[in-house]
């Protein structure tokens, strides 16, 4: 089981979050917590649907907002005389069970954090529920035909309705459905493609290196050095707000700008000049005011910490689309970057940010003209004006990287093209559409992809001949990120809800946290990485083991089978040494944690059958059974799992359930699934007794 799934893999979320409305259910009752598990349900839906991550376990206090204020009173629709769904209670039951049963993600809040959150956000949801301006469009109405007498699962009855509502015959509030209406037509409605796919773990150095690299910055001298010059005393400007020209010469020299002054009238024609004057605006460095250029006071703490200083320039340029690359004068006009610029910046950033390999100049290139070509109406004009509007944007994209450069966030060198950006057929079969590369970020996955919609196949491979063309008759220009460019993007993505994570940062994390991290979001050289410094800094060795064994153990006694064996393999393959088959198969004879061992020892060809007793093969085989209708049985499609596996299936029960395989209740649940699956009363079996407890999700139904 994974606490995140796949945009678009509902079968896979739906079994994923009837599993865990399941258990939390059971849960809740030891506990004595009344929960609501169509409310629950609606939790998971939004962690899933409606936001940039989809991480099931992790919950900021922007999320807790968000579902009680707006999707929950957006979702769930509660009819006249019904009973009112608890829904921040119901959160506060959820995560409790995330951190009791070990599935919250160990890089999200503390729990009383988020407590206090779903506390402060609860005062207002019953206002916020009762909202007609935060309603979807389908509760609306089919709350309004309800308080008018309308059965509303009578769908004669609602069509009747919806018919006299056209006709303008129904009363309603105009005003709540016209905010509706603005709010789905401006896109402000959640759910609405928000998704983003986790970038790869990166490796960053402490901020006392960073703050080395930031103090190198070519840039930074130049910031610092304007604010210093400026001073708080101020300079004058002209009316317009410019240098005057005296002091813009001066300033080209202190600050080696390299504008050429010679013959120049206004400070306006110094390019590189002007360019730092106005990156020191939108950093609040330097203001002007009254007539003369001032540092900015508040900033004088920024400016003495050279990494401080860096991080504030790096997000200020994304507001210098006019000073970079607007026209500067009514003869020219902006390149097509010019009107997406910021958008287009941090597609590109983030496409570069986690990449192993530099990406090739000719195929990020082509990737952003795929962007242009789905944002812009290129059907108009000849080829030759199409090229020309590609060069101009080409020409803006460098200058862009000139500025990366100088301000250490980029680096561009000379070499070959890593082989991965030659295996992409962008155009793909005849029949299927483009084919992003294997292994690249989803940004450029997300520019390639679009290519199908805005260049027919014919072109789309010409072009694909070109590129490849391009890519291997030589060195080509390559670039990356630098650490301190990287460093900036990942701060970025994390405002932004991305999930992006960081070698190191799980070193305080609780083994079970740990490793369900390393299963589902690392690469096995990161894993190894980070799994290595959570040993070392523990000390002991043995001991980090117990607790991460302890770990499993406790998973799989949670009966969560699936995600018990995926932190088992992990923690194999990642163990220091290349111990972990050895680390296995001391687990041969574990009471809890034998089944899982010998299923991973199996699966990696570790175990030959004839190596294994026959009281082995019987806990493989419960073991595989269990795990193939765990994820299925919250949803119920465990019967038909079941029965997908063919006759022989049924000795296949009986056998694991006279197996000694430890998980009894698993065992018992086994039992009356095969009974379902195959209409009998009973399986064969020994050893369990029936236990009587529901697996149902329990909870009122109500309309989403």
């Not at 998971?44 to 919950?59: C, E, F, K």
């Not at 599935?103 to 206002?127: K, N, Q, T």
């Not at 680096?411 to 991965?420: K, L, S, Y």
């Not at 997300?446 to 890519?471: C, F, H, N, S, T």
Request: glycine share 10%.
């Amino acid at each position: 089981m994974r606490m995140r799934c796949e945009a678009g893999a509902e079968d896979e979320f739906e079994a994923t979050c009837g599993l865990l409305v399941d258990r939390l259910v059971r849960w809740s009752g030891e506990q004595g917590t009344p929960v609501d598990a169509f409310m629950a349900e609606a939790a998971l839906d939004y962690r899933h649907r409606a936001t940039v991550d989809g991480r099931l376990g992790l919950w900021e206090p922007r999320h807790v907002e968000e579902l009680l204020l707006y999707w929950l009173p957006q979702q769930v629709t509660e009819l006249p005389g019904e009973e009112r769904g608890d829904g921040p209670g119901t959160l506060r039951t959820l995560l409790r069970f995330l951190h009791a049963a070990q599935l919250a993600d160990p890089r999200g809040p503390a729990i009383g954090e988020s407590l206090g959150a779903v506390d402060a956000a609860g005062e207002r949801y019953p206002a916020a529920m009762a909202d007609r301006t935060r309603w979807g469009l389908a509760k609306f109405w089919a709350v309004t035909a309800a308080e008018q007498g309308v059965d509303v699962m009578d769908g004669a009855a609602l069509q009747r309705f919806a018919d006299r509502a056209q006709r303008g015959e129904v009363a309603y509030d105009r005003r709540a459905l016209d905010a509706i209406m603005d709010r789905r037509l401006n896109g402000r409605v959640l759910g609405d493609g928000v998704r983003a796919e986790p970038q790869l773990p990166v490796v960053l150095p402490p901020d006392s290196e960073l703050r080395l690299l930031a103090e190198a910055s070519t840039t930074v001298a130049r910031l610092r050095g304007l604010a210093e010059w400026a001073g708080r005393e101020g300079r004058v400007v002209t009316a317009a707000g410019r240098l005057r020209m005296a002091d813009a010469r001066e300033l080209v020299d202190v600050l080696g700008t390299g504008d050429r002054t010679e013959g120049v009238r206004s400070s306006s024609d110094l390019p590189r000049l002007g360019l730092l004057v106005e990156w020191a605006k939108k950093a609040r460095l330097v203001r002007v005011a009254k007539g003369r250029l001032y540092a900015v006071a508040k900033a004088r703490p920024v400016l003495a910490d050279p990494l401080q200083l860096w991080s504030r320039a790096f997000d200020a340029l994304f507001e210098l689309r006019q000073a970079l690359i607007g026209a500067r004068s009514g003869r020219h006009v902006e390149s097509m970057l010019f009107d997406i610029y910021d958008e287009m910046l941090e597609d590109v950033l983030n496409t570069l940010y986690s990449l192993p390999y530099p990406m090739p100049w000719p195929r990020l290139r082509d990737s952003v003209h795929l962007g242009y070509r789905a944002r812009f109406r290129l059907d108009g004009g000849s080829d030759l004006q199409h090229r020309m509007w590609f060069e101009h944007a080409d020409r803006d994209l460098r200058a862009v990287f000139d500025v990366l450069v100088d301000l250490g966030a980029v680096e561009r060198e000379q070499g070959m093209a890593d082989p991965v950006f030659l295996e992409a057929d962008l155009c793909g079969p005849e029949d299927s559409g483009p084919q992003p590369p294997a292994g690249l970020p989803q940004e450029l996955a997300e520019l390639l992809g679009v290519m199908g919609a805005a260049e027919d196949p014919p072109e789309a491979r010409e072009r694909d001949r070109r590129l490849r063309e391009e890519l291997t008759a030589g060195p080509v220009e390559l670039i990356r990120l630098t650490e301190l460019g990287t460093q900036a993007v990942r701060q970025r993505l994390l405002a932004a809800g991305r999930d992006a994570p960081l070698v190191g940062e799980l070193v305080q994390a609780p083994a079970a946290g740990l490793l369900g991290v390393l299963a589902e979001d690392y690469d096995l050289d990161a894993a190894r990485t980070e799994l290595a410094d959570w040993i070392s800094a523990r000390g002991d060795r043995d001991a980090a083991l117990r607790q991460l064994s302890d770990a499993v153990r406790t998973m799989a006694g949670a009966a969560f089978r699936t995600r018990a064996q995926a932190m088992l393999d992990v923690l194999a393959v990642a163990w220091p040494d290349g111990e972990g088959e050895r680390l296995l198969r001391a687990l041969r004879g574990d009471a809890v944690l034998a089944p899982l061992a010998l299923s991973a020892l199996a699966h990696r060809d570790l175990l030959s059958p004839e190596d294994m007793t026959d009281a082995e093969h019987l806990l493989v085989l419960a073991e595989s059974l269990l795990q193939l209708v765990e994820p299925a049985g919250g949803s119920g499609g465990a019967e038909e799992a079941l029965r997908a596996q063919g006759p022989e299936a049924r000795d296949a029960v009986a056998a694991a359930l006279d197996s000694a395989h430890p998980d009894r209740a698993g065992l018992e649940e086994l039992r009356h699934l095969a009974a379902r699956a195959w209409g009998t009363s009973a399986v064969r079996h020994g050893g369990v007794r029936r236990s009587g407890r529901s697996t149902g999700r329990g909870g009122r139904k109500r309309r989403r």
